[in-house]
C-alpha cells in the first residue's frame, strides 16, 4: 500500500509541476502579445516631503491589465520579461507613459517628478541610452524632473564603463535613484564617484524601525555625504514616519500615505494634498 502511495506521490507531483510550467508557458505567450497590444498601465505612488508636508512626486509601478484576469501585479511578470528578453520592449513602454504623464502635468500645472524603474538587464541593453536621449528631446520634457531607480546589482561591473554611461543619462537630465539601497551588494567605496541623487532605503529596514535604527542612520548620513536625497520605502506607520522626521529623512513612501493609486486617483488624492508649485 505504500509503494501506491509512493508512486502516487510521485504521479501528484510531476502533475503540479507540469502544471506549473503550463502556467508559465501560457504567461509568457500572453506577456508576448501583451506588449505588442499595449495592455500596461501605470499606477503611482506618491512621495511625500516629510519636511514641508507636501506631495513632490510619484513612483511609476507598472501593472498588467490582463484580458480575463484583472491587473496583474509586477511580481508575477517583471522576472520573466527579464529572463525572455520582454523587458526591453515592457521598459521601453514604461518610460513613454511614465514619460507622457509627466509632461501632462506639467501642462496642468503640476510640479512633480516621477520616478521610474528600470531593470538590470534593461539598463544594460544597447538601445537603452538611445532611447533615453529620444525622450528628452520631447517638446516639453521635464528635464530633471524624471528619475530612474536602478538597483545596486546595476553598479556591479565595470565601474568606470557604469560611472560613463550614469554620466550621459544625467546628462541628458535625468536623474538618478538607487532603489531597494542596502539589500545589495554595491561597493560602497564606488558610490561617491556615481552621480547618484536620491537613495532609496529598502522596505525591510524602515518596516524594521526602531531596531534598524543605526542601519537607516548610516544611509541617511551616507546620502547627505554624497548629496543625494533618501527616500523611505514601504512607510505603513505613524511611528515609522515619526522616527524618520525626528531623524531627518527628506522623504517618505509607503501606504501609510497611500497604496499606488491609478491615474485618476492620484489626481483625486493629490486635490486633498495640494502639491507645491501649482500655477
Ligand atoms: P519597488 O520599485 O521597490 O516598488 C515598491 C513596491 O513596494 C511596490 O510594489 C509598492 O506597491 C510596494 N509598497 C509601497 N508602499 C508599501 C508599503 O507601505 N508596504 C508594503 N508592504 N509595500 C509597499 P509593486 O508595485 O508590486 O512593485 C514591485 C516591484 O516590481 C517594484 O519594487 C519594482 O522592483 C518592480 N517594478 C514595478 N514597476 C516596474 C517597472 O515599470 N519596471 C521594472 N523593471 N520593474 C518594476
Ligand atoms: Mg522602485
Ligand atoms: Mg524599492
Ligand atoms: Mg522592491
Not at 502533475?15 to 499595449?38: F, H, I
Not at 554620466?167 to 554595491?186: E, H, L, Q
Amino acid at each position: 500500500a505504500s509503494k501506491q502511495a509512493g508512486r502516487n506521490c510521485v504521479t501528484f507531483f510531476n502533475t503540479e509541476m507540469g502544471a506549473a510550467a503550463l502556467a508559465r508557458d501560457q504567461t509568457e505567450v500572453a506577456l508576448k502579445r501583451a506588449v505588442q497590444t499595449k495592455e500596461f498601465i501605470l499606477h503611482y505612488q506618491p512621495r511625500l516631503d516629510i519636511r514641508s508636508g507636501k506631495i513632490v512626486g510619484a513612483e511609476g509601478l507598472v501593472r498588467w491589465n490582463r484580458p480575463e484576469h484583472g491587473l496583474v501585479m509586477p511580481d508575477a511578470f517583471i522576472s520573466i520579461c527579464e529572463e525572455t528578453g520582454l523587458i526591453d520592449e515592457l521598459g521601453k513602454m514604461v518610460l513613454e507613459i511614465g514619460c507622457a504623464q509627466a509632461i501632462a502635468w506639467r501642462h496642468a500645472g503640476l510640479d512633480l517628478d516621477l520616478s521610474l524603474n528600470v531593470s538590470p538587464r534593461q539598463f544594460s541593453d544597447s538601445g537603452f541610452l538611445p532611447l533615453l536621449k529620444k525622450l528628452a528631446s520631447q517638446t516639453d520634457f521635464p528635464h530633471g524632473h524624471i528619475e530612474l531607480e536602478i538597483t545596486e546589482t546595476v553598479l556591479i561591473g565595470d565601474h568606470v564603463s557604469i560611472a560613463e554611461k550614469l554620466k550621459a543619462i544625467t546628462a541628458m537630465g535625468y536623474r538618478i535613484a538607487i532603489d531597494d539601497f542596502g539589500t545589495g551588494y554595491s561597493n560602497l567605496s564606488y558610490i561617491s564617484r556615481f552621480p547618484l541623487t536620491c537613495l532609496k532605503i529598502d522596505r525591510s529596514f524602515v518596516d524594521q524601525l526602531p531596531t534598524s535604527g543605526p542601519i537607516v542612520q548610516l544611509i541617511l548620513t551616507l546620502g547627505q555625504q554624497i548629496g543625494a536625497r533618501v527616500v523611505s520605502e514601504g512607510v505603513e506607520t505613524q511611528e515609522q514616519l515619526d522616527w524618520l522626521i525626528e531623524h531627518n529623512c527628506e522623504e517618505a513612501q509607503g501606504y501609510l500615505i497611500t497604496r499606488p493609486l491609478d491615474v485618476d486617483g492620484f489626481e483625486a488624492f493629490l486635490q486633498g494634498n495640494a502639491p507645491t508649485g501649482v500655477a
